[in-house]
């Protein structure tokens, strides 16, 4: 049950430029120019008048050595402090309203992107990535790009406005002493350069964990059942356990360098400090700079040590950012495999039943070593055509294919008589009603599953496909007929009643043509039957494809093809089937006395309408 890692399933993806990368963003940060400038002059404008407190200060204590100090002097000092402070916390409100939210607006922009680019993608994507590597990407990623351009952003231009200027007032003071006070900094500057490669590489390692750990928790909430009859839940726990302990590890590890990050930035701060209260005591007793510059220049020094240890967190949020930013990138320029090719106009597909002409079709899967078709040639015409064979024989494949689920090579399958490939899949995918051999229903009322696929569709035409399904008089058992609510939080459905819930959603889209993927297979005999039989009514002059193992089902079909190891090898109708196919007959003679199934023993040999006399309905 333990995922994958995902690096294999990510296997051939090769890292973008970075120019490319951030030309995710760039664009969003052109759009909100203005309110960015904003919020970046508020942030500056706190910046220099934050420091002005210290040249107000110097003025203080210089009026305080020199004796010229008075109780109004200091006291309207106190109060332009006071004023200050006022005018840095509205204006700091501002820059945080202002920033922060534009990070919330990018990170929402390609939230955005990322979910309506993953409805593009088709199957083959989606058998190559796990839903917790998808999930990591909406979450932690799009998080660490957030953080990266909203308060890293803030962190960087105030950690630039605030050095630059104290740096600048610093050496109005002295300029040698400042060159004193700076000299560890190159030294800080190496420090952080390389721990953030470090960084970025444990950070990566972090985000495949997290995908690892989330697509372990959905594979086992999705098979819970499976889970609890097998009694797994100290195997799972014990994985979980494993999976967590591991994200825990590589966490640390990213801790243990930005650990270091800031310790290694205070400490070249303190040196600093150090410095200047010995060399600049020197110039204070030597006369050379005031009491009052003494004090600023202190002060500045101070200010300068948020910005040096601001450095390492702004590399750590913009690694992080690049990161992630990157892997989004990645994920963004996944392209379906299936795509249109040309657009050709609608009247080309005005045929009114298409049909299907496969010539020697051979399809692999893209992680396959077998093919699992083999220069299949069929022709797919108005009628009910039944697929039958054994397990693993390609039915399922060759109704996605039809479905245009998977690409086909050019001049093999043929639509309405266009190449497939000439035509635009939603040209072909919207003729197409299909129902797939796993039912899928959504969280939501009996009346929306149906209704799926033509959002629009009144009670009367909902009710009508349930009946023709044969599970309307169910729906109508339920809590609230219609309206109850189906999965998670409402009630739970039959096998049997999925599957026709699944064919009442195709029957509702009415297009004409309909793939049944053995989509009947948890129904009783009868109940499968009896749909059959009404959809025979229903689905007159419509080109059907129902997939199957029953023979009484079959032989309610115009035409019977059979199966193996991806290729056709037989085909006709039930009697002859049953004269010459060994496979064939050996299904009816196991099928002959299953309950409810009811043939009667003296019909091989007969004509098929005399074997569906023989049929008990
Ligand atoms: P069943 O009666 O059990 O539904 P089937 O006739 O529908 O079987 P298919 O699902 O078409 O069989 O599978 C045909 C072959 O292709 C099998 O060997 C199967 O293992 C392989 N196969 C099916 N789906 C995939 C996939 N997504 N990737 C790789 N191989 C696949
Ligand atoms: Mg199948």
Same mark, same amino acid.
């Given at each position: 049950?333990?995922?994958?890692?995902?690096?294999?399933?990510?296997?051939?993806?090769?890292?973008?430029?970075?120019?490319?990368?951030?030309?995710?963003?760039?664009?969003?940060?052109?759009?909100?120019?203005?309110?960015?400038?904003?919020?970046?002059?508020?942030?500056?404008?706190?910046?220099?008048?934050?420091?002005?407190?210290?040249?107000?200060?110097?003025?203080?204590?210089?009026?305080?050595?020199?004796?010229?100090?008075?109780?109004?002097?200091?006291?309207?000092?106190?109060?332009?402090?006071?004023?200050?402070?006022?005018?840095?916390?509205?204006?700091?409100?501002?820059?945080?309203?202002?920033?922060?939210?534009?990070?919330?607006?990018?990170?929402?922009?390609?939230?955005?992107?990322?979910?309506?680019?993953?409805?593009?993608?088709?199957?083959?994507?989606?058998?190559?990535?796990?839903?917790?590597?998808?999930?990591?990407?909406?979450?932690?990623?799009?998080?660490?790009?957030?953080?990266?351009?909203?308060?890293?952003?803030?962190?960087?231009?105030?950690?630039?406005?605030?050095?630059?200027?104290?740096?600048? @007032?610093?050496?109005?003071?002295?300029?040698?002493?400042?060159?004193?006070?700076?000299?560890?900094?190159?030294?800080?500057?190496?420090?952080?350069?390389?721990?953030?490669?470090?960084?970025?590489?444990?950070?990566?390692?972090?985000?495949?964990?997290?995908?690892?750990?989330?697509?372990?928790?959905?594979?086992?909430?999705?098979?819970?059942?499976?889970?609890?009859?097998?009694?797994?839940?100290?195997?799972?726990?014990?994985?979980?356990?494993?999976?967590?302990?591991?994200?825990?590890?590589?966490?640390?590890?990213?801790?243990?360098?930005?650990?270091?990050?800031?310790?290694?930035?205070?400490?070249?701060?303190?040196?600093?400090?150090?410095?200047?209260?010995? @060399?600049?005591?020197?110039?204070?007793?030597?006369?050379?700079?005031?009491?009052?510059? @003494?004090?600023?220049?202190?002060?500045?020094?101070?200010?300068?040590?948020?910005?040096?240890?601001?450095?390492?967190?702004?590399?750590?949020?913009?690694?992080?950012?690049?990161?992630?930013?990157?892997?989004?990138?990645?994920?963004?320029?996944?392209?379906?495999?299936?795509?249109?090719?040309?657009?050709?106009?609608?009247?080309?597909?005005?045929?009114?039943?298409?049909?299907?002409?496969?010539?020697?079709?051979?399809?692999?899967?893209?992680?396959?070593?077998?093919?699992?078709?083999?220069?299949?040639?069929?022709?797919?015409?108005?009628?009910?055509?039944?697929?039958?064979?054994?397990?693993?024989?390609?039915?399922?494949?060759?109704?996605?294919?039809?479905?245009?689920?998977?690409?086909?090579?050019?001049?093999?399958?043929?639509?309405?008589?266009?190449?497939?490939?000439?035509?635009?899949?939603?040209?072909?995918?919207?003729?197409?009603?299909?129902?797939?051999?796993?039912?899928?229903?959504?969280?939501?009322?009996?009346?929306?599953?149906?209704?799926?696929?033509?959002?629009?569709?009144?009670?009367?035409?909902?009710?009508?496909?349930?009946?023709?399904?044969?599970?309307?008089?169910?729906?109508?058992?339920?809590?609230?007929?219609?309206?109850?609510?189906?999965?998670?939080?409402?009630?739970?459905?039959?096998?049997?009643?999925?599957?026709?819930?699944?064919?009442?959603?195709?029957?509702?889209?009415?297009?004409?043509?309909?793939?049944?993927?053995?989509?009947?297979?948890?129904?009783?005999?009868?109940?499968?039957?009896?749909?059959?039989?009404?959809?025979?009514?229903?689905?007159?002059?419509?080109?059907?494809?129902?997939?199957?193992?029953?023979?009484?089902?079959?032989?309610?079909?115009?035409?019977?093809?059979?199966?193996?190891?991806?290729?056709?090898?037989?085909?006709?109708?039930?009697?002859?089937?049953?004269?010459?196919?060994?496979?064939?007959?050996?299904?009816?003679?196991?099928?002959?006395?299953?309950?409810?199934?009811?043939?009667?023993?003296?019909?091989?040999?007969?004509?098929?309408?005399?074997?569906?006399?023989?049929?008990?309905?």
């Amino acid at each position: 049950m333990k995922p994958e890692s995902t690096a294999q399933a990510g296997q051939g993806r090769r890292p973008a430029g970075k120019r490319a990368v951030l030309g995710l963003v760039l664009p969003i940060f052109f759009r909100h120019r203005r309110r960015l400038a904003l919020g970046l002059v508020a942030l500056i404008a706190v910046d220099f008048l934050q420091l002005i407190i210290p040249h107000l200060l110097k003025i203080g204590v210089d009026s305080l050595a020199d004796g010229t100090a008075t109780e109004n002097h200091l006291l309207a000092i106190g109060g332009l402090i006071l004023l200050i402070a006022l005018v840095v916390a509205i204006l700091r409100f501002t820059w945080r309203y202002l920033i922060v939210g534009f990070s919330r607006l990018l990170e929402c922009n390609l939230r955005n992107r990322i979910f309506s680019h993953i409805l593009t993608l088709d199957r083959s994507f989606f058998e190559q990535r796990t839903t917790g590597d998808i999930m990591a990407h909406a979450s932690n990623d799009l998080l660490a790009v957030q953080m990266a351009c909203g308060m890293g952003l803030v962190a960087a231009v105030d950690a630039l406005v605030m050095s630059c200027a104290a740096i600048g @007032f610093m050496v109005h003071i002295h300029l040698r002493l400042t060159l004193l006070a700076l000299l560890p900094m190159p030294l800080l500057a190496l420090c952080t350069r390389l721990l953030a490669t470090r960084l970025h590489q444990r950070f990566n390692i972090v985000q495949e964990q997290f995908s690892l750990l989330t697509e372990f928790v959905r594979t086992t909430l999705v098979s819970i059942r499976l889970v609890k009859a097998y009694t797994m839940e100290n195997l799972q726990e014990r994985d979980f356990e494993q999976l967590g302990r591991a994200y825990v590890r590589s966490n640390i590890r990213v801790a243990t360098i930005q650990g270091l990050l800031f310790p290694v930035a205070g400490l070249v701060g303190n040196v600093g400090m150090l410095l200047v209260l010995y @060399f600049g005591g020197r110039l204070v007793i030597a006369g050379r700079i005031s009491l009052g510059d @003494f004090v600023a220049f202190i002060t500045y020094l101070y200010m300068l040590v948020w910005p040096m240890m601001a450095i390492g967190w702004v590399t750590s949020l913009g690694q992080r950012g690049m990161t992630s930013l990157g892997r989004i990138h990645e994920l963004l320029s996944a392209a379906p495999r299936l795509q249109d090719r040309v657009r050709v106009p609608e009247k080309r597909l005005t045929i009114p039943v298409p049909g299907f002409r496969l010539r020697d079709l051979s399809f692999a899967y893209p992680a396959a070593t077998h093919p699992a078709l083999r220069h299949v040639s069929l022709d797919i015409g108005p009628g009910i055509l039944g697929l039958t064979g054994r397990t693993g024989s390609g039915k399922s494949t060759l109704c996605k294919l039809l479905a245009r689920l998977y690409p086909v090579a050019d001049g093999c399958l043929f639509f309405a008589g266009s190449d497939v490939n000439s035509l635009p899949l939603d040209a072909v995918r919207s003729r197409i009603g299909y129902v797939g051999q796993e039912t899928v229903l959504f969280s939501d009322t009996v009346a929306a599953n149906i209704a799926m696929g033509r959002p629009g569709a009144g009670r009367t035409e909902i009710e009508e496909a349930a009946r023709q399904a044969a599970i309307h008089h169910e729906i109508l058992q339920l809590p609230k007929g219609y309206e109850t609510l189906i999965g998670e939080r409402g009630v739970k459905l039959s096998g049997g009643q999925r599957q026709r819930l699944a064919l009442a959603r195709a029957l509702l889209c009415r297009r004409p043509v309909l793939i049944i993927d053995d989509a009947l297979s948890a129904l009783d005999v009868e109940t499968e039957y009896a749909v059959i039989v009404a959809l025979r009514q229903r689905l007159r002059g419509k080109t059907v494809l129902i997939v199957s193992q029953r023979i009484k089902l079959l032989s309610e079909t115009d035409e019977i093809v059979i199966m193996e190891q991806g290729t056709i090898a037989d085909r006709g109708g039930h009697e002859e089937l049953f004269q010459r196919n060994a496979l064939y007959r050996f299904m009816y003679e196991k099928q002959l006395h299953e309950p409810g199934v009811g043939i009667n023993n003296g019909t091989a040999g007969k004509t098929t309408s005399s074997f569906r006399q023989g049929i008990n309905v």
